[in-house]
Nanobody, 115 residues
């Protein structure tokens, strides 16, 4: 099984930066397919970014040019570098991992952006 734990969420002023992490544990070797999602106040869960087994990256329109997704070489930690944060970036950020064809989710880390 896979357990995912996010960290790094905080209160930050608009224009600032944060780096989120998602660490995997359990009976795994490595994870090579990851994604980030968020859910803001009054909104559905929104796709933020994904990284494929081959290293290709995709981003949601609202974060293109500002956020960067990456992973460590061991395939056990996922990162999201968030720059030029906006108030609309406020939300609960959750990571998703695909391992042997099954989906796993973390509980999320809260990001609050103030004006």
């Amino acid at each position: 099984q896979v357990q995912l734990v996010e960290s790094g969420g905080d209160l930050v002023q608009a224009g600032g930066s944060l780096r989120l992490s998602c660490r995997a544990s359990g009976t795994i070797v490595s994870i090579n397919h990851w994604a980030w999602y968020r859910q803001g106040p009054g909104n559905q869960r929104e796709f933020i970014a994904r990284i494929s087994p081959g290293g290709n990256r995709e981003y949601g329109d609202s974060v293109k040019g500002r956020f960067t997704i990456s992973r460590d070489n061991a395939g056990k930690t996922l990162y999201l570098q968030m720059n030029s944060l906006k108030v609309d970036d406020t939300g609960l950020y959750s990571c998703r991992a695909v391992y042997y064809g099954r989906d796993f989710w973390g509980q999320g880390t809260q990001v609050n952006v103030s004006s």
